[in-house]
T-cell receptor, first 112, second 109 residues
Framework: IAGITQAPTSQILAAGRRMTLRCTQD?????MYWYRQDLGLGLRLIHY???????GKGEVPDGYSVSRANTDDFPLTLASAVPSQTSVYFC???????????FGPGTRLLVL | GQNIDQPTEMTATEGAIVQINCTYQ??????LFWYQQHAGEAPTFLSY??LDGLEEKGRFSSFLSRSKGYSYLLLKELQMKDSASYLC??????????WGAGTKLIIKP
């Protein structure tokens, strides 16, 4: 692995189902982030983690949860998906909160 | 509230120069980033400004004026591959990155 990876690449999900988006980085970055990107709205922060074991809420956290059990992994869970969660989800990481963020390739999620 | 303003779309000609402006109102300032995002791909880092002035990096330059809450990205010798969205983002006093909606740049031959 080089950099930051996300899985799955895309997914179609029935409303009400539970879904976990995976994110892994091998850069030993302390900070990790989850964004959603919708047309015309730009990137919006869902949750972030300053370091392993800590997480924080971003601009649009409702309906999403995260965990940070170790430095490398930062999964995002949709407990009960709704159509408004249809979006492109990007995971990112940075050495610290104030440094350059590097993005994974994204997960395209369609909730029907 | 916090706000980042950028033009929605710009058009320029191959070989020309284009300037993409960004104005911001945020609670505190700890730096400004420019990212490039090709359609269907992830954003990639272009530049970072924390002090006033111009930062040059090849064909791309970024300028910052903290007193005016203003930045621009200057792209010279435009190439077709520069067709992309350009995202301006500011780190606020809580070290959260506030993103603009992006400027879609269309390059015509």
């Amino acid at each position: 692995i080089a950099g930051i990876t996300q899985a799955p690449t895309s997914q179609i999900l029935a409303a009400g189902r539970r879904m976990t988006l995976r994110c892994t980085q091998d850069m030993r970055h302390n900070a990790m982030y989850w964004y959603r990107q919708d047309l015309g709205l730009g990137l919006r922060l869902i949750h972030y983690s300053n370091t392993a074991g800590t997480t924080g809420k971003g601009e649009v956290p409702d309906g999403y949860s995260v965990s940070r059990a170790n430095t490398d992994d930062f999964p995002l869970t949709l407990a009960s998906a709704v159509p408004s969660q249809t979006s492109v989800y990007f995971c990112a990481s940075s050495r610290t909160l104030q440094e350059t963020q590097y993005f994974g390739p994204g997960t395209r999620l369609l909730v029907l | 509230g916090q706000n980042i303003d950028q033009p929605t779309e710009m058009t320029a000609t191959e070989g020309a120069i284009v300037q993409i402006n960004c104005t911001y109102q945020t609670s505190g300032f700890n730096g400004l980033f420019w990212y490039q995002q090709h359609a269907g791909e992830a954003p990639t880092f272009l530049s970072y400004n924390v002090l006033d002035g111009l930062e040059e990096k090849g064909r791309f330059s970024s300028f910052l004026s903290r007193s005016k809450g203003y930045s621009y990205l200057l792209l010279k010798e435009l190439q077709m591959k520069d067709s992309a969205s350009y995202l301006c983002a500011v780190i606020d006093s809580n070290y959260q990155l506030i993103w603009g909606a992006g400027t879609k740049l269309i390059i015509k031959p």
